[in-house]
């Protein structure tokens, strides 16, 4: 194998190993966005769960307490589950900013991977024409 062709052949690997890194890259963001997706529904679930829970129990306390389920109690139960709603809600646009950005993320590690590895075989070429010339 000739000194041009050598050349080549590590700007060529340099390259793969760049777009491998990038690829790596975007599947670990996959994976994490993934992530992020089942754990927000998990805790969106467990959320509405504990709401329930919280509204039972208050109800129960409300009734044994010998107080009507009208008027101040209910305005109670009705912020609370409003206060609940607007978490679910935040906790949710949190999660979903955390995606977007590791999607961001993962697609510029794909360019970016893809524009350094042709740099890569540019230079390559570049070396190589260069000892040509001087061969």
Do not use: H
């Not at 992020?36 to 329930?52: G, L, M, P, W």
């Amino acid at each position: 194998m000739g000194v041009t062709a050598a050349l080549l052949m590590a700007g060529a690997l340099s390259a793969a190993g760049s777009i491998s890194q990038g690829q790596a890259t975007a599947a670990a963001a996959k994976s994490n966005i993934r992530s992020i997706q089942e754990q927000r529904k998990v805790n969106q679930a467990a959320s509405r769960q504990q709401e329930r829970r919280d509204a039972s129990s208050n109800i129960v306390a409300t009734a044994k307490g010998g107080i009507r389920m009208s008027g101040t109690p209910l305005e109670v139960l009705a912020d609370n589950a409003a206060l609940a709603e607007q978490q679910r809600f935040t906790d949710f646009n949190v999660a979903q900013q955390q995606i977007e950005l590791l999607r961001g993320q993962r697609g510029g590690a794909l360019i970016g991977s893809g524009l350094t590895a042709g740099g890569q075989l540019l230079g390559a070429a570049g070396q190589a024409g260069a000892y040509e010339g001087r061969a």
